[in-house]
Nanobody
């Protein structure tokens, strides 16, 4: 499956952005989808994930209550709605797809099989 992330940009602290990740190729609804981010000089970190059923989500504590992941399986797209943005949210954001069915929320990079190219989010103070 090929993933294409979009929607990044420059926003002031306290603002909002919605990222999109469009998938093509194999059946999108067969994959759990995740969002990760990588800030300059830091390792890539988990943001959140949504199960293939679209009913279950899980977030890192750093974004819980501010970010929301949703998906539209008919449009082969997963979204990351980011509200109350902070300067520390500045990073390149990546979407990823995990094919294997697991009994836990996939928060590790190694759980994911396919990755998008990333989209830059910059939050100014």
């Amino acid at each position: 499956v090929q993933l294409q992330a979009s929607g990044g940009g420059l926003v002031q602290a306290g603002g909002s952005l919605r990222l999109s990740c469009a998938a093509s190729g194999r059946t999108f609804s067969s994959y759990d989808m995740g969002w990760f981010r990588q800030a300059p000089g830091k390792e890539r970190e988990f943001v959140g994930t949504i199960r293939r059923s679209s009913t279950s989500t899980y977030y890192d504590d750093s974004v819980k209550g501010r970010f929301t992941i949703s998906r539209d399986n008919a449009k082969n797209t997963v979204y990351l709605q980011m509200n109350s943005l902070k300067p520390e949210d500045t990073a390149v954001y990546y979407c990823a797809a995990a094919g294997r069915i697991r009994n836990y929320y996939s928060s590790r990079s190694n759980d994911y099989d396919y990755w998008g190219q990333g989209t830059l989010v910059t939050v100014s103070s």
